[in-house]
């Protein structure tokens, strides 16, 4: 893993590349700014061909540097409302998942098993981290799914994928069954 990849995202490395873009741009645009002052100065008249292209490409330069500037500070507004969604919904998923919890009444360890669940672990890996038995997590499992009222691991991860797909915001109240 290359250390840029360590501290920036792909959203950071393109805000990152968009800066010096502009960097370059901003210095282009000094140039020939300088250049076409220069030049003014020299022949004391702006009407020749060579002044009013190079004028032109200043001024497309400045331009161009203050769009992308705006660009920029879009991008980067962007990325903060993203980050701050992406908390939300992390900090929501966890209510929304004790709520279900909470409605189904499990015990501490079959929230525990649960969860495990939701995670991806196989029973024999939740035994192992609880220090269980495998049939003792097997059992958990299937009394996890008889409160939810699922047939098995699919159905329990899917009752909170349509909580992540969800555009409402709105915790339901879970039926119990």
């Not at 331009?63 to 920029?72: D, F, K, T």
């Not at 900090?91 to 004790?98: A, H, Q, S």
């Amino acid at each position: 893993m290359t250390l840029q990849r360590v501290f920036f995202g792909k959203s950071e490395r393109r805000a990152a590349l968009l800066a010096v873009i502009i960097l370059a741009q901003a210095l282009c645009a000094m140039f020939f700014v300088g250049d076409v002052i220069a030049d003014y100065l020299e022949a004391g008249r702006i009407l020749e061909i060579h002044l009013l292209v190079e004028t032109m490409a200043a001024a497309a330069l400045v331009a161009g540097v203050v769009i992308l500037m705006r660009e920029l500070r879009q991008i980067i507004s962007r990325m903060r409302d993203i980050e701050t969604g992406l908390r939300a919904a992390r900090g929501d998923m966890v209510t929304v998942i004790e709520a279900f919890f909470d409605s189904w009444n499990l015990s501490a360890a079959e929230r525990d098993v649960a969860l495990l669940l939701l995670k991806g672990f196989d029973n024999e890996s939740i035994a192992t981290l609880r220090g269980t038995a495998k049939g003792t997590v097997r059992a958990q499992a299937s009394s996890i799914y008889a409160k939810a009222g699922v047939d098995g691991r699919a159905q329990l991860i899917s009752i909170f994928l349509e909580e992540l797909l969800a555009d409402d915001g709105d915790i339901p109240k879970p039926a119990v069954s």
